[in-house]
């Protein structure tokens, strides 16, 4: 038994499946006839028998799905309101005007038919919504004709709705908002017949919703009585002023309308301000623009107080609609709500337009300047204190994740500042603005934020536009914020000193914002003293990019007479702190505040007790910090007064100079070589160890980078090297002195050896050291001339040389032999040639089986020599 009931059960499964495929074939087959009869003209009855069929065939089983039945009337619905007017058709072929209307009317009721029959098969919210769904953008046609059948088909649906009422509608009516905002503008329509109609449809529903709350109550209704009562209770029609007649609506409807109904009533609002070329005419599109407006003022007079909830979708809503509607005055009635609403919820208003897509666009950038062009407008302080705290917002949430909320309010901030009513109130919160968004420059260095960051194509002429770089706004909105508050010279000296590229760099943020600083102080700029004080609380908040971009401002403001009233803790005692901060930058800008507290006299010998905790801070730090700090340090050692000083100072401040001579940057080693011969100047009788041993250390250096070629530095060198030579007696040979490549002039280099090996015997490892370390460096020059100097220098060694730095020597030169320049190659040849010459002649004996000499493979050692044989024969 239980086998017979599988299998009957399976078989009404198999009929089940075959009947809906049967079904579905054949609603392709009817949907396809209608698609293809052609919607210009009207002359088959095609359409109208396909329509019956599928009427009857939704009284069969299984129940269409909703997509599928939302397909189906979309099909219909577009094939039938796309023709001409009935008037239209019946001039293109008089001959049959009779018959054409009569089809016309055949062929509609067989529609209406169709959608009551698809009802009936789905009596639900989401069944009544497939079929309502596709009718509502069709009263907003530019057409008459067609907003006439929209009309007349939804008023149809929903008497049907109401003649077969009860049914189960547990979450309301279906996208009500939409339905009554479309409907109340037809109410203003120039047609008085489709004003007439829209106002019974809305009248129908509002007689739906009170059958539906009467059920909720248990009370017993007539329906026929109720919609009279209620035909009376809203109407007449009011042809001269249907306004008057949308606004008694909209009273009325109160008790349905929640949250999510006023939105969408707002945004059905909207549609009827889009503009296209099929539009009415003048007075047409003039009383549909009234019809909107009057919808909007009034739903936000009556129901402002119910979309607290919904503001940012009704933003968003607004933004989206923005971009369909072109004629001015209708641009001015969409942008009424945002006006409106934030004179009530001006930070829920102001968060949603946060969250405009940015690059702001014209339309997002018209919503912020709407705020405060408008009446009734939002308090303007209110609003850019709002502002100022989102511009005090890290745009890198605690998560890691990116947000875009101080780049919006930037670029918000940058729209109010176009509207010259608004400029007075922001200079009272201008220093705070101003500090707000360099620190945000700094924040936006680098950073990728989220999909809501896009550029758009111009529309016009569908071109590219740049690419959207955040850091790169914020500065520009910091430029705007200069100009509108008078700062047009600072703005322009930025402009042509490069410094608003260097904000916008990573290493260079610092430099901009001190140049920044250094012309508002030039300039006068009247809020200096404002900014001033607002800083010094700053200097200890936020994270290393906060206080960087904090005291990079505030060093360059104590050139302000102002800033000698503020307490020595906060400034001296600030910049004395900073020299051991743990990031170089901070570090360079302390000893800038110091150099500039040093100008006063009263300040100079307490900076000048910092100098060794300056110089200390110094070690470590990047070639073009040390550029800058150098630069600064110069102010202080030219005042110091020498017979106080500890040569200590002097000694450490060039121990901190020497390693950047082999800079890969021309300025860093051009300005660290100037120092280092300006403070030798410096150093006094008698000389320490120290002093000689840092001193002695700087001859190799000096000596290869003359032989670089590059002029501006090589004359440094040779002035550097002249002031250690003087300071500490050297003879050296006067060829030491010289730029000349050393090429063909082997003679002088091994004489610059023999001098150095023989007056500085105990440095000797210490110079080999050095040349064995440029011989590393990236430029070709330098690995040049140090391997020259090597095959000179070693052979002057030979009394001291052991095992294995000869064995370092030898790997080196054997490593440059390959290596990419052909001159490097060349001279490591010859330094090889010279070393194994002076190994061949020299008392000292090779290591038992040196492989560099007697493996029979490195033949090249006898060819060396033979070479060298014929150069002394010569």
Known sequence: APKVENAISLQKNQDLLEVEEEKKTIMKKMMRQIQEEPLNSLSSNVRRQAMETLTQLSHTQPTLGV???????????????????????????ETKAEAIQMLYHQTLDALQTLLNALFIEDPTPAGLKSILEPLGPWMNSGKAHERARAVNSNVSVLNHTLLTLPFFMSSGFPALGLLLGRLL?????????????????????????????????????????????????????????????????????????????????????????????EAQGKDSGEMMQLASE????????????????????????????LSHIQEPRAREVALLPVSLLASSFMTEVVVALLM???????????????????????????LLDLLLTSLKEKPVTKKGRASIVPLAAASGLCELLSVNSCVGRVRRIYPQLLLALLIQVHYHIGLNLPGRVAPRKDTKNDTQPPVFVPVLWVVKVVKTLLLKMGCSYESTFLEDQGGWELMGQAENHHRGVSMLARAMVHYSCQELCRILYLLIPLLERGDEKHKITATAFFVELLQMEQARRIPEEYSLGRMAEGLSHCNPIM????????????????????????????????????????????????????????????????????????????????????????????????????????????????????????????????????????????????????????????????????????????????????????????????????????????????????????????????????????????????????????????CWRSSWPLPHGDSWVCDPRRSWIMQALGAWKMSLKQ
């Open 356 to 382: 405009c897509p940015l690059p702001l666009d014209s339309n997002g950038a018209e919503m912020w300047r709407q705020l405060i062009l408008r009446k009734p407008s939002c308090d303007v302080r209110d």
């Open 587 to 838: 570090k360079v800008l302390s000893i800038r505040g110091l150099v500039i507290l040093a100008q006063r006299s009263e300040k100079m010998a307490k900076v000048q007790a910092l100098l060794p905790c300056m110089v200390k801070g110094l070690k470590s730090v990047d070639g073009m910090l040390m550029v800058e700090a150098v630069h600064n340090l110069k102010t202080i050692f030219k005042g110091q007064d020498r017979k106080l000083t500890d040569s200590s100072v002097y000694v450490e401040m060039l121990r901190v100079l020497l390693p950047h001579f082999s800079d890969s940057r021309e300025d860093v080693r051009f300005s660290c070589i100037n120092l280092y011969g300006k403070v030798v100047q410096k150093l006094r009788a008698p000389r320490t160890q120290a002093m000689e041993e840092q001193l002695v250390g700087t001859l190799v250096p000096l000596l290869l980078i003359m032989q670089e070629g590059n002029t501006k530095v090589g004359q440094k060198c040779v002035k550097t090297l002249f002031r250690c030579s003087c300071f500490m007696a050297w003879e050296l040979p006067k060829r030491a002195y010289s730029r000349k490549p050393w090429d063909n002039q082997q003679q002088t280099v091994a004489k610059i050896c023999k001098y150095l090996v023989n007056t500085h015997r105990d440095s000797a490892f210490t110079f080999l050291s050095q040349s064995l370390e440029y011989a590393k460096n990236s430029r070709a020059s330098l690995r040049k001339s140090s391997v020259m100097f090597i095959g000179s220098l070693v052979p002057c060694m030979d009394s001291i040389m052991t095992e294995d730095r000869l064995n370092e020597v030898k790997a080196a030169v054997e490593d440059l032999r390959g290596d990419p320049e052909a001159s490097v190659c060349i001279c490591a040849a010859q330094a090889q040639d010279h070393i194994l010459a002076s």
């Open 185 to 277: 503008l037809c109410i203003g329509d120039p047609d008085e017949e489709i004003g007439r109609e829209a106002l019974d449809g809305i009248t129908i529903l509002y007689t739906i919703l009170e059958l539906q709350k009467r059920a909720r109550d248990k009370e017993e209704t007539n329906k026929k009585e109720l919609y009279e009562s209620n035909k009376r209770f809203l109407g007449p029609y009011n042809p001269v002023s249907p306004c008057q007649n949308i606004l008694r609506v909209i009273a009325e409807f109160g008790d349905f309308l929640g949250p999510q109904q006023v939105k969408d009533l707002l945004l059905a609002a909207l549609e009827g301000l889009k503009g296209g070329s």
């Open 294 to 321: 009057v919808t909007l003022s009034s739903v936000l007079e009556w129901y402002r107080h119910r979309v607290l909830e919904v503001i940012p979708e009704i933003m968003q809503g607004i933004y989206m609609q």
């Open 67 to 93: 997509r599928e039945r939302a397909e189906l009337v979309n099909t219909c619905v577009q094939s039938v309101f796309s023709l001409p007017s009935v008037q239209a058709m019946q001039e293109k072929d």
